[in-house]
């Protein structure tokens, strides 16, 4: 089979098409054929070492996809099946050798191009909404990074549960989409935190969805007393420490948030992943791609990401 690699930690030119072996399923696995191959910025991570990767080289990158299983050691998927997932190592490649508790049943309604491009990313923007801070209607929420892949379906998701959304974003450009996806204002510059809390009143937002990390203190600041912080993700660095002190004094709660302390099992993933592709199916839910790049040219395919040029997902093709 064809995948695309790397021997060695380092920039996009570094990808390369190789052949390898064809994996063959084990007890409780099955091969799946890809169609379809969503790229992250987590593969960029792991692409310059950044990020923990397991084995030796040639190391092949990917975990999120959608394809037909081809060969199945498990009962309860077989060749023919369209499935994706959302978490299988070494995606970037035509054959994905996957455990069965982690393939979700692709409804005939949605794509192989919309899983790959979605599964991820929505995921995370779900169990953003329903866990983390269930979301009620007439909230107001702020957005961090609202034209990006998760925040772009948080600022979506929001307007479908019936919330007013604000955005955050690095550039006017980046305004327009956040709009675009149904933000009602949207916030630019380095006194974001400030113009939040003059527009709401002086009083904060209900809730802040905030990616960026680097910001987490000024979310804390925009936030209403007895309101709630989710923090998920590190974007822009590291955040400061937060003394406890201050969440007591002002009442407010800070949650922290990871994708795969909620997908525990494979009857929680289907589940999931069915609310999300209802929500896709029925145009609740605009999944954008941004590019679809041939496998071979996965070296153009991670430089248009890291370009942050993009709105959208950038799939892979095998």
Known sequence: MRTL?????GGPELLQLRELPDP?????SATVRM???GLNFADVYRRKGTYHIDGAAP???GYEGAGVVERSADPRVKPGDRVGFADVPRANA???LAPVDKLIPLPEAISFDQAAA???QGLTAQYLVRDSHRLQPRELMLVHAAAGGVGRLLVQLGRLLGAKVWGVTSSAAKADEARNAGAERVFTG???ADEVIAASGGRGVDVVYDSVGSTLDDSLRATRRGGHVVFYGM????PAPIDPRRLMDESKSLTGGDLWNVLVSREERIARANELFGWVSSGALDVRIAAKVPLAEGGRAHALLEGRGTVGKVLLVP
């Open 190 to 192: 380095d006194g974001w």
């Open 235 to 238: 974007a822009g660095g590291d």
């Open 118 to 120: 979605v599964l991820l």
């Open 35 to 37: 169609k379809a191959i």
């Open 24 to 28: 063959s399923p084990d007890s409780g």
């Open 94 to 96: 035509e054959l994905v």
């Open 5 to 9: 690699c790397l021997d060695r930690f």
């Open 59 to 61: 190391y092949v990158l």
